[in-house]
Nanobody, 123 residues
Framework: QVRLVESGGGLVQPGGSLRLSCAAS????????MYWVRQAPGKGLEWVST????????SYADSVKGRFTISRDNAENTLYLQMNSLRSEDTAVYYC????????????????RGQGTQVTVSS
């Protein structure tokens, strides 16, 4: 059974930091591209970041570039997202997702996706 379980969300003040984790099981984690995507209230799914299978290549949405860092630990089957300098517009449910082949940041289809963790940025 495939599972992607996100954790680390919460309430943080503007300018603060959070580190999200995603524990993967039930598939060969090291062979999948991994993603963070988010959905703000009343909006559609938004791609945030992608990391290659070995973690050597990363890409980010312009809205988070320079503030967020994606990483992975294939030995622990875990994906991370370090979020710094958080803004109110970062408020969303954050999901980790996996694809065997990359469909590009504008394609919302993923082979697997977790249940999400809420991130709220507010004073």
């Amino acid at each position: 059974q495939v599972r992607l379980v996100e954790s680390g969300g919460g309430l943080v003040q503007p300018g603060g930091s959070l580190r999200l984790s995603c524990a993967a099981s039930g598939f060969t984690f090291s062979t999948y591209l991994m993603y963070w995507v988010r959905q703000a209230p009343g909006k559609g799914l938004e791609w945030v970041s992608t990391i290659s299978t070995r973690g050597r290549r990363t890409s980010y949405a312009d809205s988070v570039k320079g503030r967020f860092t994606i990483s992975r630990d294939n030995a622990e089957n875990t994906l991370y997202l370090q979020m710094n300098s958080l803004r109110s517009e970062d408020t969303a449910v954050y999901y980790c997702a996996a694809n065997l082949y990359d469909r590009g940041p504008s394609d919302p289809r993923y082979d697997y996706r977790g249940q999400g963790t809420q991130v709220t940025v507010s004073s």
